[in-house]
Every structure is written in structure tokens, then in C-alpha cells.
């Protein structure tokens, strides 16, 4: 499958408390970028690490980045109900000129 | 942050008629566009890479027959889905690089195509 993977595919967490998500990916990779898609919608570019990045954040958002491990972490903080979405993961491999593979993505629910 | 309009954002059609969707960059100049399909409760599977000014590149599987891509000019590229079946019903979401930019993608909005 070109695709990586995601962890959890479902994710359901009480309004304040952290969510996170788990993405491992195949190839060597120039960045991994995690995105965010309301039901329905297009989707919302959170965050880009670059592959000699470990760590990056942005607001509540924490993304961590192992390349030894090709893998990835997303984590919200603070969850709020508005955080109710689909999560995905999506790397840009070496060589691959531009090519987003995405994650099978997270279904995050976040209950008030 | 730059913007990706896509039109329409809904269509609904016949079995065995052909649909056009478009992609446009609105303040940027796209060098790359890519076109993404979504099923249902799925993930966006990459269908085709878009250059301005030559053929496109279509990803395994994807037959470049039926989806005719058209990236004519740095701000516009178009998607049309020649002889539509009920399989084809899905959401196609483009995105579109400029140049200069770690690889950073802007998205459409996305196009839900039902095909009757």
C-alpha cells in the first residue's frame, strides 16, 4: 500500500483532556505534514515537520518526528469540542517531487 | 495563507456523461497542481500530478482515459471525469505548490461528484 498508517482510527476523549495520534510511514522522507478534515470539508494544513526536525509546535498542537523509526506523533492539548475531526498524516518521500502520501487518518471525538 | 478555489464544490450527474472540475491557484502561481480522490470514511489516495504545460502523471491504477487532466495555465487546472459510472461518486480535493516553498501543499475545498 502507498499509504502509511495511522493509530488509532478512532479516538474519543472527554473536552480537556490530550489526544494523540500515531502515524508510521515506508520511505525516507524530505517532511511529514499533519492535516485536519471537518466530515465533508477540504482539508486544513496544521503543521509541517521536516525530516531533521524532532520536535515542532504550534499552539496546542505537538508534533514529534523519529526518523529511525519512520514514525510520527500528533498531540492536541487542552482537547476542545471543536477539535472533532479527522486527523491524517501525509509525508512527502525523497525524491518524489512534491508527492503528499497520506495516512489512513484518525477520527477524532471530542465530547463537552 | 494561499488559497486553492475548486468549482464546483457539488455536482450531481448521469451515468455515462462527463464532468468537468477546476482547480485555481488565486494568488499564487501554481507550478504543481495534484488531484486527490477520497471514498467515504477513507483516506485521500493521490490520483495524478499536474504540471503547467505538460502531460500529467497518473499514479498506478488511475486510468488516464477516464480522468483527462488539463493544467493549461500556472493558476488553473482542470479534472474531468469522462463517462462517469455510479463508481466514480466521490470527493476530489486538488492542491496546488508554488515554487519556493518546502513542499508545502494549499487544498481545494474538494468537489463531491454523485453519479446516478
Known amino acids: 500500500s502507498q499509504q502509511g498508517e495511522e493509530d488509532p482510527q478512532a479516538l474519543s476523549i472527554q473536552e480537556g483532556e490530550n489526544a494523540t495520534m500515531n502515524c508510521s510511514y515506508k520511505?525516507?522522507?524530505?517532511?511529514l505534514q499533519w492535516y485536519r478534515q471537518n466530515s465533508g470539508r477540504g482539508l486544513v494544513h496544521l503543521i509541517l515537520?521536516?525530516?531533521?526536525?524532532r520536535e515542532k509546535h504550534s499552539g496546542r498542537l505537538r508534533v514529534t518526528l523519529d526518523t529511525s523509526k519512520k514514525s510520527s506523533s500528533l498531540l492536541i492539548t487542552a482537547s476542545r469540542a471543536a477539535d472533532t475531526a479527522s486527523y491524517f498524516c501525509?509525508?512527502?518521500?525523497?525524491?518524489?517531487?512534491?508527492?503528499?502520501?497520506f495516512g489512513q487518518g484518525t477520527t477524532l471525538q471530542v465530547k463537552p | 495563507g494561499a488559497v486553492v478555489s475548486q468549482h464546483p464544490s457539488w455536482v450531481i450527474c448521469k451515468s455515462g456523461t462527463s464532468v468537468k472540475i477546476e482547480c485555481r491557484s488565486l494568488?499564487?502561481?501554481?507550478?504543481?497542481m495534484f488531484w486527490y480522490r477520497q471514498f467515504p470514511k477513507q483516506s485521500l489516495m493521490l490520483m495524478a500530478t499536474?504540471?503547467?504545460?505538460?502531460?500529467?502523471?497518473?499514479e498506478q491504477g488511475v486510468e488516464k482515459d477516464k480522468f483527462l487532466i488539463n493544467h493549461a495555465s500556472l493558476t488553473l487546472s482542470t479534472l474531468t471525469v469522462t463517462s462517469a459510472h455510479p463508481e466514480d461518486s466521490s470527493f476530489y480535493i486538488c492542491?496546488?505548490?508554488?515554487?519556493?516553498?518546502?513542499?508545502?501543499?494549499?487544498f481545494g475545498p474538494g468537489t463531491r461528484l454523485t453519479v446516478l
Open positions: 501525509a509525508t512527502d518521500a525523497t525524491g518524489n517531487t512534491g508527492k503528499l502520501i
Open positions: 520511505t525516507s522522507i524530505n517532511n
Open positions: 492542491s496546488a505548490t508554488g515554487q519556493g516553498v518546502y513542499n508545502e501543499q494549499f
Open positions: 494568488d499564487f502561481q501554481a507550478t504543481t
Open positions: 515537520i521536516r525530516s531533521n526536525e
Open positions: 499536474s504540471n503547467e504545460g505538460s502531460k500529467a502523471t497518473y
